[in-house]
């Protein structure tokens, strides 16, 4: 373990020095990489400085152990050495963790689109359900949501809804929502009162910024026109909305949130880099993909993920077969139990990788 940490900081002492170089400092891809180097190993360095406390403090009890007469210091630096010997154990545990290659993307925002899936109105409406309980959690997490574009259902909630959630880690942790989500009620428009099955597919994206995709202004195509929806006179009245057109893949992006135009032409480019991008990173999910038993973090939105089910307010997540009854909570955006439990299932996954 220690072999292993002081290589780490050899790396570490590299990329500070480098981060202080003159011509590095203005290669601006090049430093923003070398800054998040630097964040993910600072916790590693960190438990570092610890271990090597840890491992000095042993010997010295055990100098003093073996060394001293005194029956009474004796007895303490016995209760010491065992004391350390369980800290050093518990930390050697974490450091294992924190030695896991992280997803490159984890620490990146997330672009989430929601679509109404099966089941007509009722699943325009459970996609509405859907994107509420998203905001709810992002405000328990002091992320901020950013509308791209919504299509609105004829009974309410979404068709579809893309939002950009901005926030330290974002994508990190909503990566684990994406797939198939379906849930068991008794619609809004069901008369007769039985329960029907419907579902929503929800995509989760790390979104890429300028340094991770070039996009010739050559390659794509730029239409304005007036925007629909609520919003007032201004919105439908200008040409602020925006549809951007990547002629050699055939990507469109539409965003008309904002009354700006150069704020929707500024969202649609985000997307459209991030959609681009994807193109690339679902080369390294279907890799993972054949690594790992379970489907955790794959990126299959194909995939059947979670049940809503309302008579017997339960909420089951079929990656984990873990099952919550409390329908309600969850829906007010208590996700957070679920995405740690997902989360030490992939973990475990890593951790089998990393040792076989």
Known sequence: ??????????????????????????????????????????????????????????????????????????????????????????LEEDVRMMLIPADPEDGKNAVVEI???????????????????????CETKRWKIDLIDFSEGTMGGFKEIIFNVVGDGAYGQMKYESGVHRVQRVPQTETQGRVHTSAATVAVLPEADE????????????????????????????YSAIRLTHVPSGIVVICQDEKSQMKNFEKAMKVLRTRLYEMEHQ?????????????????????????YNYAQSRVTDHRINMTIYNLPVVLDGAVQPLIDALQLAENAERLKEAVS
Not at 296 to 301: E, K
């Open 211 to 238: 340094f991770d995709v070039e996009v010739k202004p050559s390659d794509v195509r730029k239409d304005t026109y007036c925007a629909s929806g609520p919003g007032g006179q201004s919105v439908n009245t200008t």
């Open 283 to 307: 080369k390294y999910l279907d890799e993972i993909s054949k690594k790992r038993k379970t489907m955790v973090s794959t990126g299959d939105r194909s995939a059947k993920i979670r049940t």
């Open 115 to 137: 679509r109404a899936g099966t089941g007509g109105d009722e699943a325009s409406i459970f996609a509405g359900d859907l994107y509420r309980m998203y905001t709810k959690y």
């Open 1 to 90: 373990m220690l072999d292993k940490l002081e290589a780490i900081k050899l790396k570490f002492d590299d990329i500070q020095k480098e981060m202080s170089d003159p011509a590095v400092i203005n290669d601006m891809k090049r430093f923003i990489k070398l800054n998040k180097d630097f964040k993910e190993l600072t916790p590693i360095m960190e438990a570092y400085e610890r271990y090597k406390n840890i491992l000095a403090n042993f010997d010295n009890a055990k100098e003093i152990l073996y060394n001293e007469k005194d029956e009474e210091f004796r007895a303490m630096a016995k209760e010491e050495m065992e004391s350390l010997n369980n800290e050093k154990e518990k």
